[in-house]
């Protein structure tokens, strides 16, 4: 192509480009809302937006007519057509998945959850794989769309991921997730998929959606059964060289290189010891008389009952916490870190006792919140990530009108 063709395309691409990027997320607009907006002429407004109705990103709606005005033709109304496709978000847990279809406004049209079959780490490649697509193919069904009308897939995996979306190599669960998920899984479908660490979506969803929105120095730590933390600095995710930025169970601390343990897993481990130990608590009552394995939750509400083991075992686990957040403060910095996960509605009672803890440790020390997304703060950011991909990627994709039927 040479130059005197290059200029006009590449000027149509730029106007098509900022028209669709005022459009996102405002609703319906006139042609003379989108030339103030834009500071494009009104020519090339309406003639950028009969072009992205015939390409289907964009409707026209009828036109409203002032019932005051009886001359003159009524404005064209415009709107982008969030059911020009849709994206699916995928939450691979070790002993969950969880699908969710959204429209391109973000809206969940289905979300589902199954978990894996047998024991999590025991399965085999074709369980798991299976369980994956059953799973996206009841979200899809639940929602009422066809497979062609999916634009994009993210997916969040408890593993590191490098920055060029593949899995990282050398980690613990990386096995459990090396099932071709950007390429063999979905090969008859044809669909873009984006692979992503978890903590990584749940930063990318806080920011989005939750208590993080409009802050750009942010760590959100995933800290259910493993420990993770997914970093922002600057408004941009942080990776390192093999992906393992935010792997901050591994990080060097007063008392030594700690383990990858969650708040859920401690809780219940040491919640378990004390009960083998005979102490008495609350916990036995709550766990019954035959077992001395603790459960998380059982642990939390002993605690919300004032049982004095529980609370010093909370106690002992936000301790361990302000010191993974010092460390991790120390390196990049952040304004706020947030607890996220299945555990962080039950991480509300640590946050006074870390606070504390925080502030004997760190000159600077950051804010400390809880998810408000709760379980959903991975598939939450799996989306984000497929519609990121489907907003920048636009005018490269073909969209397909969702009709119902799976």
């Given at each position: ?134 799973t996206v193919d009841q979200a899809l069904q639940e929602a009422g769309v066809q497979s ?259």
């Open positions: 192509m040479n130059s005197e063709t290059t200029a006009p395309h590449s000027l149509r691409h730029a106007n098509l480009t900022t028209v669709l990027d005022v459009m996102r997320g405002r609703g319906v607009l006139t042609g003379t809302d989108l030339v103030q907006r834009t500071g494009l002429t009104r020519a090339t407004v309406i003639a950028v937006c009969d072009d992205l109705i015939r390409r289907g990103w964009v409707r026209e709606l009828e036109p409203e007519r002032d019932p005051g005005v009886r001359r003159g033709r009524p404005a064209r109304r415009f709107t982008v057509d969030q059911h020009a496709g849709c994206v699916v978000g995928l939450d691979l847990g070790v002993a969950t998945v969880t699908a969710e279809v959204a429209d391109l406004n973000g809206g969940e049209l289905a979300r589902v959850a199954q978990r894996v079959p047998g024991r999590a780490l025991d399965t085999t490649p074709a369980q798991r794989i299976e369980t994956i697509k059953s062609t009308a999916v634009l994009a897939v993210g997916i969040g995996v408890a593993t590191a991921v490098d920055r060029q979306g593949d899995i990282a190599a050398g980690y613990e669960l990386a096995p459990l997730f090396d099932l071709g998920l950007r390429t063999e899984l979905w090969g008859d479908r044809g669909w873009h998929v984006l692979l992503e660490n978890d903590a990584n979506l749940a930063a990318m969803a806080e920011r989005w959606r939750g208590v993080a929105q409009g802050i750009d120095d942010l760590a959100v730590m995933l800290a259910g059964e493993r420990l993770g933390a997914g970093v922002l600095t600057s408004g941009r995710l942080l990776h390192g060289r093999h992906g393992g930025a935010g792997e901050v169970g591994m990080l060097p601390l007063d008392s030594g290189v700690i383990s990858d343990d969650g708040i859920a897993r401690l809780a219940r481990q040491w919640g378990s010891a004390a009960l083998a130990e005979g102490e008495p608590t609350l916990i036995r009552d709550l766990v019954g008389p035959d077992t001395h394995r603790a459960s998380a939750r059982f642990v939390f509400e002993a605690a919300a009952q004032h049982d004095e083991v529980a609370l010093r075992i909370l106690d002992r686990i936000a301790r361990r916490m302000a010191r993974v957040m010092a460390a991790l403060g120390a390196v990049v910095d952040p304004e706020l870190v947030v607890i996220a996960g299945a555990v962080s509605t039950s991480a509300a009672a640590l946050v006074p006792v870390i606070n504390e803890e925080l502030a004997s440790l760190s000159p600077n020390p950051p804010r400390v919140e809880v998810s408000g997304l709760g379980a959903g703060a991975v598939v939450t950011g799996a989306v984000r990530l497929a519609l990121d991909f489907v907003e920048e990627n636009m005018l490269s994709l073909t969209p397909a009108a969702a009709t119902s039927g799976a």
